[in-house]
Nanobody, 127 residues
């Protein structure tokens, strides 16, 4: 049974930092591209960033580029999202997701291309 469990969310002031983690089990983690998405109240889920299976490439949405960094440790089955210079508009539930198909980076920005999802972790940025 595949499980993705996010952690590290919380309340932070604008300009602060948080590091989210996603622990994966029940899958060959090193064979999956991984993505981060977020959903704010009343809004659709949106792409945040993605990393290929061997960490050869990453991509980010324009809204977080330069502030957020995703990385992974395949030996530990862990995915990370380092979030710096946080803004109130970054407030959302953040989800990690797994894609086994070796899609192109452009396709990894679409949530419909992911097979497995975590339950999400809340990030709240106060002004």
């Amino acid at each position: 049974q595949v499980q993705l469990v996010e952690s590290g969310g919380g309340l932070v002031q604008a300009g602060g930092s948080l590091r989210l983690s996603c622990a994966a089990s029940g899958l060959t983690f090193s064979s999956y591209s991984m993505g981060w998405f977020r959903q704010a109240p009343g809004k659709e889920r949106e792409f945040v960033g993605a990393v290929t299976a061997r960490s050869t490439r990453t991509s980010y949405s324009d809204s977080v580029k330069g502030r957020f960094t995703t990385s992974r440790d395949n030996a530990k089955n862990m995915l990370y999202l380092q979030m710096n210079s946080l803004k109130p508009e970054d407030t959302a539930v953040y989800y990690c997701a797994a894609n086994p198909n070796g899609y192109s980076m452009s396709m990894l920005s679409a949530d419909t291309n992911y097979n497995y999802w975590g339950q999400g972790t809340q990030v709240t940025v106060s002004s």
